[in-house]
């Protein structure tokens, strides 16, 4: 797995998406449900084109375009709040914290931000470290449980401060 290219997501994108997270380990990690469906997966595509305060990549290989997972952004009020997803065949390879990295430098030059936020589920030590990797520092005084999908997941919350102001 050589270069990392973070593009705009198509539609072509969405099943292969939608697919992709339904893989155990993302599911014991990601928000998204098992059952979502590439339709959904389209009509968030759209919705994200559309709102200037969210921003999301497709994470691919530059030269072959094999698919390898997502970067996201949503900004409110200065803040840009991170998520990402590694595909099964290219965990471990160190493409999540390069495309974390990459996407960092993106939303610093594209969105007018004082600070990047992002919490982990305290389990997903892979993800921690990714975050830790790309210049992230714990912020203890924002972990907390979550609700997600029915269950209480308790996370660790990491930020980046990205302005002098």
């Known amino acids: 797995m050589g270069d990392i290219e ?3 997501w198509s539609q072509a994108d969405a099943a292969w998406y939608a ?3 339904r893989e155990a380990e993302v599911q014991r990690f990601t928000a998204d449900g098992p059952d979502v469906t590439a339709a959904q997966v389209a009509d968030a595509i759209r919705r994200r084109q559309a709102d ?4 999301s990549f497709l994470i691919a290989d530059a030269h072959t375009g094999e698919r390898y997972g997502n970067v996201a952004v949503n900004v409110v009020d200065r803040v840009g709040h991170v998520s990402y997803l590694v595909a099964r065949e290219a965990r471990g390879k160190g493409i999540a914290g390069r495309a974390l990295e990459l ?3 993106w939303i610093r030059e594209n969105h007018d ?3 990047l936020r992002l919490w982990a589920h305290s389990d997903n030590a892979p993800s921690r470290r990714v975050a830790e990797r790309a210049g992230f ?3 203890p005084d924002r972990d907390r449980d979550r609700e997600v999908k ?3 997941w308790p996370t660790v919350a990491y930020r980046l401060v990205t302005s002098s102001r």
């Open 6 to 8: 973070l593009r705009e």
């Open 19 to 21: 697919e992709c997270t």
């Open 52 to 55: 200037p305060d969210v921003a």
């Open 103 to 105: 996407f960092v430098a």
């Open 113 to 115: 931000v004082d600070e």
């Open 137 to 139: 520092v714990r912020d």
């Open 150 to 152: 029915g269950k209480t």
